[in-house]
C-alpha cells in the first residue's frame, strides 16, 4: 500500500480550523483528528479530580487516562475512560485550563506519541497548534490560519452563545489572548507557522471559501505528483 497522506492545519483559537478541518476530511473521505480535543479531554479529568496545582498527578495522569476520539457523521465523539466527555470538554472552565496543561512538556509528550499513532496508517486531516511542526513534521500538505483577535473572538461568542448562553464578549477576548500567550511561548513546540506551511489569513473568508481554497491547493500538489 502506498503512504498516508497527512494534511496539517495549525493557527490560533477561532482562526477556522476545526470546522475546516471537519469538511475536507468528509470531502476527501480522510480522517479527521482534532488533537485540540485530547488536549481538553485530559483538561477536563483534571478538573474533575481537582489536581490543577499538582503537575506530577497531571502527568500520571496523561499517561494513564484512555482518551479516545471517533470520528462521526461530520462530529468528533470524544471519550475519556469509556465516557463520552464530547460536550464537557467546550465548557468554561476547560477553556480557562487547558492552556496550562497543555503546556507541560511530559504531557505534550504523551499525547504526540498517540497523535502520531493514530496518523501511522491512515489518510488524515488533523488540526492543532503543533501538528505542522511537532506531530507531523513530514505531513504532505500544511497550512497555517490566522484571523483577527475581533475575527476570532466573535466566531468563538456565537459557538458559545449557541452552546451556553452566558459569556461576554470581553470574556470571550480575554480567554482568547490568555491562550495565544501561553501556546505561543510555551518551552515545548509553541504555536508557530513552519517554514513549509501555506499561511491563510480567513478574516474575511466564509467558511466555503476556505475550504475551497484549500482543497483547490491538495488537488495542485497531487497533480503535481501525478503528473511527475
Ligand atoms: O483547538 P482547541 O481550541 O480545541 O485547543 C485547545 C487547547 O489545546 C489550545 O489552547 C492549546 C492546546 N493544544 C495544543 O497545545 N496543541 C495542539 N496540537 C492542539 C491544542
Known sequence: MSK???????????????????????????????????????????LKLNVMDDEE????????????LEFRDGNTIVTLNGTDVSEEIRSKE??????????????????????????????LVTEGRDTTTAVFPKADLKF???ASLS??????????????????????????????????????????KADDAIEIDTTELTIEDEVEIIIAKVKEIYQENLNK
Not at 155 to 162: A, I, M, S
Request: glycine share 6%; hydrophobic share 40%; proline share 2%.
Open 94 to 123: 476547560v477553556n480557562n485550563f487547558v492552556s496550562k496543561v497543555s503546556a507541560i512538556p511530559e504531557v505534550r509528550e504523551e499525547l504526540v506519541i498517540q497523535q502520531q499513532r493514530i496518523g501511522s496508517h491512515t489518510n
Open 151 to 192: 475575527k476570532r473572538a466573535e466566531r468563538r461568542f456565537h459557538e458559545f452563545q449557541e452552546k451556553y448562553g452566558s459569556i461576554t464578549i470581553e470574556e470571550v477576548i480575554k480567554n482568547l489572548k490568555e491562550r495565544d500567550q501561553i501556546d505561543s511561548h510555551r518551552k515545548t513546540s509553541p504555536l508557530t
Open 4 to 46: 498516508n497522506i497527512i494534511i496539517a492545519i495549525d493557527g490560533p483559537a477561532g482562526s477556522g480550523k476545526s470546522t475546516a478541518a471537519k469538511m475536507i476530511a468528509e470531502k476527501l473521505g480522510f480522517l479527521y483528528l482534532d488533537t485540540g480535543a485530547m488536549y481538553r479531554a485530559l483538561t477536563y479529568a483534571v
Open 57 to 68: 498527578k497531571i502527568i500520571h495522569l496523561a499517561k494513564t487516562v484512555k482518551i479516545e
Open 144 to 146: 497555517y490560519l490566522t
